[in-house]
């Protein structure tokens, strides 16, 4: 007898395809996350079946596919090719180490020094030279508590003067921050799953906060209406793919600077909308996996504007973001993209930032498409990249990691800066810097605009514990 099969042949592709994309991109651990994550979905995708029915379409699921989950970050080399620009350990140097052409603590006897003749007095001894003071790791400038679960991706952006944060989590909720007090300001709630990514843009003349979840929908919210009481109104919810959205931006189209909406999906598409009717404006269609990230930006050989998508496939894709055409693929990484950041350096050349599991960042010219540099130092997956101004003027990316760290790098040059840590502090899931990078010519009255004020943080980081660190760098 043949066994009627109940599922929809779509809803199973469909689903299929979100499992894919999640366990590609290391969103789920193991098979029960997966599981938690695909009825939510379900319950979304397909509306008239009963709770019995999702779960009998996600078992299904489940069981057609050897669904593989990422292991631990694997351990760095013992003797790496590339060694990192700058050492992740105190501890003294053994008896091996080489240390200007002699083995420190080595057995090794050394020829015996010659005795100054009896007759002459012993020479003075100049004062011993004090050995340098050991720098103090930075210290965070602030902590802020609140979310209960991961944050998985925050933005700076600016309401009456304040300059505020706003944080997305994996307890499907977004808190806004004034940056300077650290005092919450909201917490929106709507979000049916992980909120993934959190925008600002401007549209109208007015502020809007653009958030994305795994309930496939993008929300809109209007901080510029916040009111002490009521807090943040929400403007509208987008159901704009057939999987998670991953990923929100805003940018800029044509001479006229009309605001543009970007979206990327674990559907493995990313799309543009126009944020002010909502109308979908082209899809971008060319990843053979999730798409993590999503950048807007420009050329500098032509003023085209330019979208960026990185991907768990390990590759990044430039579009034109006016005719969706593709310009170039990016590769050469060894593992998921995880996050793509565009900036400019101090010569004012465009470059495009890129993390990825693979332990490295990589920065790359989207005019030429030409590799730069390759960014070594984390001995865990890079999760998050962000590219901002210092307080001195540089232009600096920052890197957060699985192995609990925040490190910079000169944009211009790659140097390494020194890594930020904190006892007590997990994972770093998300990083953003509260200044874009402005060369100082466009600063006012010497100052980042909006954002060198007393008590201001420049750097905020995000940890799988929910917590939020604010930096002073």
């Not at 906060?209 to 002490?228: K, S």
């Not at 954002?451 to 905020?460: I, R, T, W, Y």
Request: some cysteine; aromatic content about 4%; hydrophobic content about 40%.
């Amino acid at each position: 007898m043949l066994e009627i099969v109940p599922w929809p042949p779509d809803m199973v592709a469909a689903l299929t395809r979100v499992a894919r994309g999640l366990t590609v991109a290391r969103t789920v651990a193991d098979v029960g996350q997966l599981r938690t994550e695909l009825r939510v979905i379900a319950a979304v995708l397909w509306q008239d079946a009963t709770s019995q029915e999702h779960d009998s379409l996600v078992e299904h699921v489940l069981s057609s596919h050897d669904w593989a989950f990422p292991a631990s970050p694997p351990p760095a080399p013992q003797h790496p090719v590339d060694p990192p620009a700058i050492a992740t350990s105190t501890s003294a140097v053994t008896a091996a180490t080489v240390v200007d052409g002699e083995r420190v603590g080595s057995t090794t006897k050394k020829a015996p020094a010659k005795k100054a003749p009896a007759k002459k007095a012993p020479a003075k001894k100049a004062p011993a030279k004090k050995a340098p003071a050991k720098k103090a790791p930075a210290k965070p400038h602030r902590l802020l508590h609140g979310h209960r679960k991961a944050v998985r991706s925050m933005a700076f952006g600016a309401i009456g003067g304040r300059l505020i944060l706003a944080t997305g989590s994996d307890d499907q909720t977004v808190r806004v921050w004034d940056s300077a007090s650290g005092r919450s300001l909201a917490t929106l709630e709507g979000h049916g799953g992980v909120v993934r990514s959190v925008a600002f843009g401007a549209t109208g003349g007015r502020l809007i906060l653009a958030t994305g979840g795994d309930d496939q929908t993008v929300r809109l919210w209007d901080p510029d209406a916040w009111d002490p009481a009521s807090g943040i109104p929400h403007l509208a919810a987008l159901l704009v793919h057939d999987g998670p959205v991953t990923a929100v931006a805003f940018g800029e189209l044509g001479s006229a600077r009309h605001p543009l909406l970007a979206t990327g999906s674990a559907d493995g598409t990313a799309r543009l909308w126009d944020p002010d009717t909502a109308r979908q404006l082209r899809a971008l269609i060319g990843h053979d996996g999730s798409v993590t990230s999503v950048v807007c930006g420009e050329l500098a050989s032509a003023r085209w504007p330019l979208v960026a998508t990185g991907s768990a496939d390990g590759t990044l894709r430039l579009w034109r973001a006016d005719t969706g055409q593709h310009l170039r693929t990016l590769g050469g990484h060894g593992g998921p993209v995880t996050s793509v950041a565009f900036g400019t350096t101090n010569a004012g050349q465009p470059i495009i930032a890129a993390g990825s599991d693979d332990r490295k960042a990589r920065l790359w010219d989207p005019d030429t498409g030409r590799r730069l540099r390759n960014l070594r130092g984390h001995t865990g997956a890079v999760t998050s990249v962000a590219i901002g101004s210092a307080r001195d003027g540089r232009a600096l990316v920052a890197t957060g990691s699985d192995d609990e760290t925040v490190r910079m790098w000169d944009l211009d040059t790659g140097q390494p800066l020194s890594p930020l840590t904190e006892d007590n502090i997990d994972s770093v899931t998300s990083v953003a810097w509260a200044a874009p990078h402005k060369r100082r010519s466009q600063w006012v009255d010497g100052a980042r605009p909006g954002v060198d004020k007393p008590g201001q943080a420049d750097l905020a980081a995000g940890h799988q514990g929910g917590t939020v660190t604010l930096w002073r760098v």
